[in-house]
Every structure is written in C-alpha cells, then in structure tokens.
C-alpha cells in the first residue's frame, strides 16, 4: 500500500476504484466497503485506492472543541495497511480552500482529473463540497465513472459508524466498542518523558504522546502494552489527571507490570481491555496512591483471569 500526501497532481494515475471517507476507527463497516471495493476493481483490472482528510473535517471546522477521534493518522494506516485490500491511499489536507470547493468542482478536478477515478463505491450518507451540496445523485450524473452506494452494515442490530463506536467508547462499553471494530481499540504513540512523579510513589508510567487526539474514552483501564520488549499487561490513564495536572491537555501514561525497561522513544501500541473507573480528582497525593494501588491489583487479579481462559 502507498500513501501519497499533498498534490494530487502529482501522483500520475491512469486510474482507480476509489472509496472516499475519513475512516475514523477503520470500522467493521469500513471493512466491508474496503473489501467490495477490492472485488469490484478486480472486475474490472483497475487499483484499489481510499481518499483520505486530515485534519477531520469536523475538527476543522471546530477547532475550539473538536470532536473526539478514534484513531490518529498513523493508526489508521496501519490498520488499512493490514487489511491488504488498498493499493493506495491519498491523504488530502483539509484547509479553508478545500472546504469552499464546491461539490462539481470536486468532481472535475480531484475526482476525475487528478485520481481519474473509474469506479467510485461510497457510503449511504456520503455528502461533499462547500455546504455538503453534493450527494449520490450529482454523482452518479457524472459519465467518467461508474457510482455505487454502499449499504449500512449492522452489528448486532445497530448499523456501524464512527459515531456509534465513539458513544460506546465514551460509554466505557469495549466490548460492544470492539464488536463494532472487529478488533480490541488501541492507541499507538511515542513514549516521551513526564513529569516523573510515578517514580516517585512507586507507580513508574510510560508516557504516550497523543498528537492533535482528543481521545474518545477516558478513565482508568486494564491494558496489554505492546513494546519492543514484548507485550505487557499494566493499568492505564487515560484523560486529564486532575489531581497532579491543571493542563487541559488529555494524557495516557500507562504502568506496566514486571518491566522495568527503558522505552523513551520508542512507539508502544496500548490495548485496552477493561474499564476499572472513571477519572477522579483526590484531595492529597497519599488517597491518589492509595486509589493506584487497588487500580493495579484489581488490573493484575483481570489479567491473571484471562491468562487463565486463553490457556
């Protein structure tokens, strides 16, 4: 799979079957497209290829209080990548020029002039151009390619969508979260440094650092952490810390059992598994400790559970 950033004039395609969307969590529904889209290009000898935004358009156009987001940029490739049903993937840059197009305007020169777009496969909702004025009917009026609307995929009875997986997260519901992804949610990201005040109090954490991610779940979780020593199980915060921090900037730090490894600089991927709690502010850092240590046996008595039923 190649990724192809800014113009897209540039890329010298003779053509493609092209899906379009912002792919936020990779969805089971996502997947679904992803593979009618392989089939169709294969009908018809064609490369497979995904139009992509960044930033997400709501957050450009909320920039005061963006939406909460699934997945980073990297996430989402990665989880593209590994599907093994794209060819191509063409990350637009979402700015004030791209937000005034207007829908014909897209058409022409992007979706047919730039990517010389084929066969175009898009979801049952799919709106585009300057005041979402372009829809499946403008499309299809366009004798360049061949459209096709893809229909709504239920997951137990609920028809899978970003927004879905987003409420079931903020819900602390990961089960019903990962049934919708087909996959348990993680976030991936540098290991930076802290304020190192675990280290302090007994309690080291690997500091993960969340590029431009509002993330969509918060609180306290059981995890499994990826890292270049292996995985390890360890428990997790995810938000604002606001006993030790006035920041409105959101943090993972995650304490990692058995390990005692150096990670600064290295990419870890966090796997949440159970939600313990919400975030709470405590008055004095003896009750924050006190709260960490039954945070980690509580984590240490789940996994010890489902290192039994996984042998």
Do not use: W
């Not at 000898?45 to 920039?63: K, M, N, S, V, W």
């Not at 897209?106 to 909702?125: A, E, M, N, S």
């Amino acid at each position: 799979m190649q990724v192809f950033l800014g113009d897209p004039r540039r890329f010298g395609l003779a053509g493609c079957a092209l899906t379009i969307g912002n792919f936020d969590g990779v969805h089971l529904g996502h997947q679904h497209m992803l593979r009618r889209l392989k089939d169709e290009a294969t009908a018809r000898a064609l490369p497979t290829a995904l139009l992509t935004f960044e930033p997400h358009p709501r957050e450009f156009f909320t920039r005061s209080n963006p939406p909460a987001r699934l997945s980073t940029l990297r996430d989402k490739l990665n989880v593209l990548q590994a599907s093994g049903l794209l060819d191509y993937v063409f990350v637009f840059r979402f700015n004030q020029r791209f937000a005034s197009m207007t829908a014909q305007d897209f058409i022409q020169d992007v979706l047919v002039r730039d990517l010389k777009t084929r066969y175009l496969l898009i979801g049952d909702d799919f709106q585009f151009g300057a005041a979402r004025q372009g829809n499946f009917q403008l499309l299809s009026a366009c004798p360049h390619f061949v459209t096709e609307a893809m229909p709504s995929v239920l997951v137990q009875g609920e028809r899978a969508s970003s927004t879905l997986v987003r409420e079931r997260l903020a819900m602390g519901d990961l089960d019903a979260a990962n049934a919708l992804l087909g996959r348990r949610y993680q976030i991936s990201g540098k290991v930076m440094h802290g304020q190192k005040l675990g280290r302090t109090i007994g309690f080291p954490t690997v500091n993960v650092h969340l590029p431009h991610l509002k993330p969509a779940l918060q609180g306290v979780f059981v995890v499994e952490v990826d890292t270049p020593f292996g995985r390890k199980g360890g428990v997790a915060s995810l938000g604002l810390n606001p006993t030790v921090s006035s920041s409105s900037d959101y943090k993972l730090e995650a304490h990692l059992f058995d390990f005692a490894g150096d990670l600064y600089g290295q990419r870890v991927t966090v796997h949440f598994l159970k939600k313990l709690r919400d975030e709470e502010r405590y008055d004095n850092l003896p009750a924050l400790v006190a709260q960490i240590e039954r945070d980690a046996a509580s984590a240490h008595t789940y996994l010890t559970s489902l290192q039994r039923e996984q042998a």
